[in-house]
């Protein structure tokens, strides 16, 4: 009894089915290859696995636990779905002694996030003057823009705009006014020193900057109350002609 190619065939196939040996080798198989993937997978995604680690412990304020994955190797430049770094989180939240970690374990005080906020821009946003001196010790760009073209010498600016609009509007207490002017020109004098100590060339004209601003913020508990509103005039006018480079 003969047999056509095509049955010859079903018929290995079937054997092969029902055949434990070749069974047990095609799963053998199959595991190896699995162990291979599920390693491979591993090796990719472990660095991102403690990397959201980094960046859970920075917004929970673990000091301990941040000082520890980055002695273990995790970047100081882990970032989040947004974009902002472990630094950026720790700028937002005031955490200086965590700024101060990161800083030492080499994050880029010049990284962005999706908005182009560098860790500066942050700082300058709240007049965290501690931490703003902090990033410009790390070399931070003060001239840096943030999506709205603005740098963080621009953001003081329009905090005061707003300081002044308040003040005419009668939103704002004069003593809580004062106290807002006082950490506007303490901002102002972060940035002027730091340039004054990086760049040479511009020495006189910081000083002549920092001078002037000393000088208003000695005034502001003695000056009239109605000569408040032309120091704000004065400052934000001096603030525009000023251009960090």
Same mark, same amino acid.
């Given at each position: ?100 970690? *990161? +800083?030492?374990?080499? #994050? @880029?005080?010049?990284?962005? $996030? !999706?908005?182009?906020?560098? =860790? &500066?821009? %942050? /700082? ?10 902090? *990033? +410009?010790?790390?070399? #931070? @760009?003060?001239?840096?823009? $943030? !999506?709205?073209?603005?740098? =963080? &010498?621009? %953001? /003081? ?30 901002? %102002? ?57």
């Amino acid at each position: 009894m003969s047999h056509s190619d095509s049955e010859i065939r079903d018929t290995i196939k079937k054997r092969k089915q029902f055949d434990p040996k070749l069974k047990f080798k095609a799963l053998a198989k199959y595991n190896k290859r699995q162990l291979r993937f599920e390693g491979a997978l591993k090796h990719r995604l472990e660095p991102i696995y403690y990397e959201l680690r980094l960046i859970r412990a920075v917004n929970t304020y673990n000091t301990e636990q941040v000082k520890k994955l980055l002695e273990n190797g995790v970047s100081p430049n882990s970032t989040d779905y947004e974009g902002r770094s472990a630094l950026h989180i720790a700028v937002s939240k005031g955490y200086a002694d965590v700024v101060q970690l *990161l +800083l030492g374990y080499g #994050a @880029d005080p010049n990284k962005r $996030d !999706i908005l182009q906020n560098t =860790p &500066l821009h %942050l /700082a300058a946003c709240v007049h965290n003057l501690p931490i703003i001196s902090m *990033l +410009l010790n790390a070399k #931070a @760009d003060a001239s840096s823009l $943030d !999506i709205h073209g603005r740098n =963080p &010498l621009q %953001l /003081a600016s329009s905090k005061l705009d707003i300081l002044r609009r308040s003040w005419r509007e009668g939103s704002i207490e004069m003593v809580k006014l004062r106290a807002e002017l006082v950490q506007v020109i303490d901002l %102002l004098l972060s940035f002027f020193m730091r340039e004054a100590e990086d760049r040479s060339e511009r020495v006189d004209m910081n000083r002549a900057n920092v001078n002037e601003l000393q000088l208003i913020k000695l005034s502001l508990n003695s000056s009239p109350v109605e000569l408040l509103d032309n120091q704000m005039t004065k400052l934000l006018n001096d603030i525009e002609k000023i251009q960090i480079k």
